[in-house]
């Protein structure tokens, strides 16, 4: 069974950066797209930032130009890197496949919190 285990996050001010990780279990790692999805309070989830298989990456336009997403077949790992952070980039983040893989087995996401 597939496992996702999110870590990086943590309370910034606005402006500041942090770097989120995801460690993939389990997988078929090589053959998956994979995204970073985050929820706030009160919202649903929503995908920010997919990396394809071959590496060409797409981001909502919410985070374009701030956040980037990137990938390690050897290590299994997906990586977000976040800059410029807005208090509204609040949330939980979490990894899991992305289109045209149906995201399952949620991990425990990683807290990020942005004050002003």
């Known amino acids: 069974q597939v496992q996702y285990v999110e870590s990086g996050g943590g309370s910034v001010q606005a402006g500041g950066s942090l770097r989120l990780s995801c460690a993939v279990y389990?997988?078929?790692?090589?053959?998956?797209?994979f995204g970073w999805y985050r929820q706030a309070p009160g919202q649903q989830r929503e995908l920010v930032a997919r990396?394809?298989?071959?590496?060409?990456?797409t981001y909502a336009d919410s985070v374009r130009g701030r956040f980037t997403i990137s990938r390690d077949d050897a290590k299994h790992t997906v990586d977000l890197e976040m800059n410029a952070l807005k208090v509204e980039d609040r949330a939980v983040y979490y990894c899991n496949t992305a289109y045209p893989d149906e995201p399952s087995h949620w991990g425990r996401g990683t807290q990020v919190t942005v004050s002003s």
């Open positions: 389990g997988s078929t790692f090589s053959s998956k797209a």
């Open positions: 990396v394809a298989r071959a590496g060409t990456r």
